[in-house]
């Protein structure tokens, strides 16, 4: 047996990019979750410009994590993934979420109230979701 097989690679990979994108994407969510609890909208700009450089880069790790999967383990992830159907789905809705009204709050003037509220409810979904896939993963499906 080899010292270093190519399943194992790829599985510190994957694993690699998930615990990236959950240490750095938290931050981000957590910016989300506080954002409607922030007391004036100068702070909630301060919080959305403290993100804004690296938002977007840091659910590249996700993806990573979810590609490796699926190119190095289709079998797994064939199974996985119909489990966490509603769950994922969740996480992916939450995220496009709150990625839309990211990128829409700096161009609204008027409707910018709705989109802090939906930056801040992507977020809690996202949130929400992440940690139902992780107790139904633990719990086995």
Known sequence: M???????IWAFIIGFGIIMYVLMDGFDLGVGILFPFAPSEGDRDTMMNSVAPVWDGNETWLVLG??????????VYTIFLPA????VFLLLAGLIFRGVAFEFRFKARTSRYL???????????ASFAQGAVVGAYIQGF
């Open 115 to 125: 989109w802090n509220w939906a930056f801040a409810g992507g977020s809690t979904i």
């Open 2 to 8: 080899e010292l270093f097989d190519l399943p194992l």
């Open 66 to 75: 979810g590609a490796g999967l699926l190119a190095a383990f289709p079998m």
């Open 84 to 87: 966490l159907y509603i769950g």
